[in-house]
Every structure is written in structure tokens, then in C-alpha cells.
């Protein structure tokens, strides 16, 4: 019979570290993508042809308000803040929050607007971005 414990040590560290990190890692990296770059399956009119994903006027950002369960596995570091880092790369993630605050200033966070020539939205959690796409919105 095999025993996967019988080596010790380095077999804990990759049962109990590197296998979770391998798996799970790409897990929430795969939400987070989906998540921040999807565009909503309806709002848009199919009329329209655009080079653009699902005919979006113009490449698709997503901003979450996420949780704190979210901000520790899915966003450390402000990433959450998503659409300020694709639109301002060169700004420090401690100053992410202060951008979305002055790009959402005068409008409300159910809007979609464009700065820069991307269609910028905001989303309640990566939870109810999940909900959405299963839910086809």
C-alpha cells in the first residue's frame, strides 16, 4: 500500500501548500478575469458593429466593490480597483481607491461609462459578478 506521507516533510509541504496554491490560484485568477473583463450579455445593442467583445463601443473594464472575504483570497494588494489599473498603470495600488472615487464622482456605480475610450462599469462583489453571468445579465 502506498503511503503519500511516508517521505515527510516534503510531501506535507506539497499536500498542504504547493497543491492548493497550484489549484485554487488559477481558480481565482480565472473568476477575477471573468469577472473584470466580461462585458454584461444584455445592454448592448446588437445593431452596432464594433471590433469589440459582444459589440461593446469599446474595450470592457470592471471595477468590484468587494468583500473583505474577496479582498483577501481574489484581491490583495487593491486590485479590486481594476479599471484604474488598466486605465493608469503607472499609479501606486494605495492610490486606486482615490481614482475610482474621482471617476465615479457625479454618477452613480449602476452607470457604464467611458474614460479613455473603455467602457467603464462597476460591480456590487465578484459573489453577485458570479451570480450574474450564471444568471445570463
Known amino acids: 500500500m502506498f503511503d503519500p506521507l511516508y517521505?515527510?516533510?516534503?510531501?506535507?509541504y506539497f499536500i498542504l501548500w504547493l497543491f492548493p496554491m497550484l489549484t485554487l490560484s488559477f481558480l481565482f485568477a480565472k473568476i477575477?478575469?471573468?469577472i473584470e473583463h466580461q462585458p454584461p450579455r444584455s445592454g448592448w445593442s446588437a445593431s452596432t458593429e464594433t471590433p469589440y467583445f459582444m459589440n461593446t463601443p469599446?474595450?470592457?473594464?470592471?471595477?468590484v466593490k468587494a468583500t473583505l472575504v474577496e479582498r483577501l483570497f481574489l484581491s490583495t494588494i487593491n486590485f479590486h480597483f481594476h479599471a484604474e489599473h488598466h486605465l493608469w498603470p503607472w499609479i501606486?495600488?494605495?492610490h486606486?481607491?482615490?481614482i475610482n472615487a474621482r471617476i465615479w464622482q457625479g454618477h452613480t456605480h449602476k452607470d457604464a461609462l467611458m474614460?479613455?475610450?473603455?467602457?467603464?462599469?462597476y460591480a456590487g462583489s465578484y459573489t453577485a459578478g458570479i451570480c450574474d453571468v450564471?444568471?445570463?445579465r
Open 7 to 12: 517521505f515527510g516533510v516534503p510531501t506535507y
Open 32 to 34: 477575477r478575469a471573468l
Open 58 to 63: 469599446g474595450p470592457m473594464l470592471r471595477s
Open 92 to 94: 501606486s495600488y494605495q
Open 96 to 98: 486606486l481607491p482615490e
Open 115 to 121: 474614460v479613455n475610450g473603455n467602457v467603464v462599469m
Open 134 to 136: 450564471i444568471r445570463g
